[in-house]
């Protein structure tokens, strides 16, 4: 195919023809979408060349997941949807677990898919890559269109862009057979047939009865807490949200990535009081934060029994999911937190509550203090987190990423945020395996370097993305918590001598892999190892990755999740 623009006069005398796979780049251009996250193969590999041409970035991954998790996360980061470029059948099905993971934590995201020709898929004849992709998406997506003739591609980008970005935002499918990719349409009729999106997700203001409710609420409560989740972030409301708290000096707890959003050092965050704050709030204002199991469902023992909440959210359909909502506040939270700015006068933060919650505060930041300052030989969590965070906390542009069972609880407490949407982590499903994907997106979209702090056994779902790393010489440091195991390293077989289900290599040199890609491999065993290691992988701007030793023994099974699993008869999760 040819992949500068297609303009041809196939006929003197004729109307010059396009194709499908130009209309779909002129499409996404239209539409001010600057990158495609993606794996090439039949029969989309010459829309990503078609991409390149016409000034589109393409950044080709190694596995379908990890470009799906990178389009996912550019959602997040840049408030427009990214978008996933994918294969036929098996392609598509490893990207679809990125959409389905991208449609709950509500992160903005299109992948479009090739497909195998209708007539023979569809008459389940055997075709190359056969699958009835536009069903199997349907599950898990906000919505999932497919395209027969290629007229109608602008038309599918358009409703693909408005659906992924509006109301509650979320993943779509967007399935394009090869042979619609390859239909050759009159120029003019295919130009004609685009169009642009106009304002994707519109103001919704809040009804001024519904903030009357909720601001009588709040001026009443004498133990007021805000909890800030992941939609107050990607809100982009960073100023309103902040001139709110700070006008009503209201306590404030961000849930993991709406950390930064007001820095995790202000004096209103009741983060390292976090239980005591949930416990003993009696009325408590969630924005774009879901009662859903990372909130205990809004009920004791997490909450009080009496505690009333105020919701903020776009969804109507969350209200009530869980714990009931006294005074449900739907709209997009700008213009909400705006709303409520304007009776900030009528609010307050009583002062024992305040006193009782910055008791609690000191109390703990004290005891992590101990945890932190403790410098055993093997090196534990505590201390290679105290080495990252003392270098982060001169580098507020840095974006982190964060995944794994220990190495996620443990790095959530210890490094704190300074910078709004600069924190990207397992999100709501709790998921392994989004570390490099959401790094690289960060280091393509964002406007600092990215240091990915990894468990092992989470870095290990996308380690191969190191290739794609070096490849695009993206600003990416890997820290690799290297404790040899699914949660730790030193699990027992009694049985046989196979390893523990829990255990992975012990000896294994991560930083290699990183060098058989040109980039800066680092192997530390101690603190002050990883603090320098990882300075001089700041500074150096390069790919690189520091493999630090932790101690096999230290780590929870599951991390905070312990008691998710089941308590199957003789066995003891405390010592593996
Ligand atoms: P966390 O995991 O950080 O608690 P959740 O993902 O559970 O956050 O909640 C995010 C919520 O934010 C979702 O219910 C979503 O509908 C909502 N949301 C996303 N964007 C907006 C917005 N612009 N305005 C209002 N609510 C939003």
Redesign the pocket.
Known sequence: MNTAPLMTESVPGTSPVTDGAHVLVDALKLNGVETLYGVVGIPITDVARVAQAQGLRYIGFRHESDAGHAAAAAGFLT?KPGFCLTVSAPGFLNGLVALANAT???FPMVQISGSSDRHIVDLQRGDYEEMDQLAAAKPFVKAAFRVNRAADIGLAVARAIRTASS???GGVYLDIPAAVLGEVIDAGAAAASLRTVVDA?PE?LPPPRAVDRAVALLAAARRPLV???????????DKTIRNFLESTGLPFL?????KGLLPDTHPQSVASARSMALRDADVVL???????W??GHGEPPQFSRDVKFIQ????PG?LDSNAPIAAPLV??????IEALAERAQFIDAPAPWREQLAERKARNAESMAKRLAADPRPMRFHGALRAIRDVLRDRPDVYVVNEGANALDLARNVIDMAVPRHRLDS??WGVMGVGMGYAIAAAVEGSGPVVAIEGDSAFGFSAMELETICRYRLPVVVVVLNNGGVYRGDGHNPASDDPSPTTLMPAARHDRLIEAFGGTGHHVTTPAELGAALTEALASGGPALIDCVIDPADGTESGHLTQLNPAVVGHHPATN
Do not use: F, H, W
């Open positions: 408030k709950t934590n509500c109301g509650r935002p997700a919704q909890v800030l989740g992941k939609g107050a972030a990607y809100a982009q409301a961000p849930m993991s990535m709406a969630l924005v774009g934060a879901r009662l859903n990372l909130l903020v959210d776009i969804d969350e709209g997009d939270i700008g213009s909400v999100g709501t």
